[in-house]
Structures are given as C-alpha cells and as structure tokens.
C-alpha cells in the first residue's frame, strides 16, 4: 500500500522521535510527512493563560521547524509541520482527520500493567479513537514479555 499522508506526533523526546526513521522510510517511498506537536500551557489558577499559550505554541513551532530541517538534510523533503492546542490524544486524533492521513506513525514506551495505568498511555487512547491507522515503534529500552500461555502453531489437516 502507498501511504499519500503519514501523520508524525512529536512531544521533544527522543522516544517520540524514534518514530521518525520509519516515517522518514514511508517519505522516501513518497509520502508527504505531517510533523504534529500538541500544545498545551498550564498556568496556576486566576492567572492570565494568554502569554502562556503564546510561548508554549511558539516553542512548538520552533521545535517542528528544527526538526523539519533535520529531516531535509537527510534528503526528506515532502514535510509539513502543524501545532494544535490541546491534549496530546485529542489532538492527534483531529490532525489525522483534518488532514486526511493515510497512517499515524507514533512511538510507545510499551508499558503494561500499573506502569500503564498511573502514566497513562496516548498511543492507547489514540488506537481506541480513530479508524486511521498506526504504526507504534516500541522504545529500545521497553521490556519485552513473553505471550502468556505459550503460542503454538495450529496444525493443518
């Protein structure tokens, strides 16, 4: 299948980036790429959110076009890049849908367990919102756990 829009959310962190080296793979094979950064200010209560949102938005910007240029050295060149404010899920969820992705490319810690339920998971919740679909890259560093009651092959008759 070739993929016309892969949808790339990026938070700043090399785990969100790893995701890149697949996406960047999917540009080669001509895809335009759509580097997406939610963001989103907290400020104490009674307090002027204003000024916050404008930086939190302009470092967003600043970041995306770093890292687009990066991508452009590397010979990617089909990227655009696009800040919404909001949470990261529901951000992610519209931005496919606004711009007509093909594929979400996106990366995971591949937690499980409690380590889930405090953190939270955005690729889960993300997974469970929208028909588009994802391509989750597992962090290096996440454990791997064995199926639990042991695959077997089915036998053919």
Same mark, same amino acid.
């Given at each position: 299948? *070739?993929? *016309?829009?892969?949808?790339?959310? #990026?938070? +700043?962190? &090399? ?10 793979? #999917?540009?080669?094979?001509?895809? $335009?790429?759509?580097? %997406? ?7 104490? !209560? ?5 000024? $916050? ?11 995306? &076009? $770093?890292?687009?240029? *990066?991508?452009?050295? &590397? ?12 949470? !990261? ?6 931005? $496919? *849908? ?14 499980s367990g409690? +380590?889930? #339920?405090?953190?939270?998971?955005? /690729?889960?919740?993300? %997974? ?20 639990? +009651?042991?695959?077997?092959? /089915?036998?053919?008759v």
């Amino acid at each position: 299948m *070739r993929y *016309r829009t892969v949808l790339v959310p #990026l938070d +700043g962190s &090399a785990l969100a980036e790893s995701a890149l080296d697949h996406a960047s793979e #999917l540009a080669r094979d001509g895809a $335009a790429l759509v580097l %997406l950064r939610a963001a989103q200010a907290h400020t104490a !209560p009674g307090a002027d959110p204003t000024e $916050a949102q404008v930086t939190v938005v302009r470092e967003a910007e600043e970041y995306l &076009a $770093a890292v687009r240029a *990066r991508l452009a050295r &590397a010979g990617v060149d089909r990227v655009d890049v696009s800040v919404w404010y909001g949470p !990261p899920a529901d951000s992610i969820v519209d931005a $496919a *849908r606004f711009r007509k992705a093909d594929l979400i490319v996106m990366s995971t810690h591949g937690r499980s367990g409690l +380590g889930r #339920l405090i953190v939270g998971s955005v /690729a889960e919740t993300v %997974l469970r919102s929208t028909t588009t679909p994802i391509l989750l890259v597992r962090s290096h560093e996440a454990p791997v756990q064995p199926v639990q +009651g042991g695959g077997r092959e /089915a036998s053919h008759v």
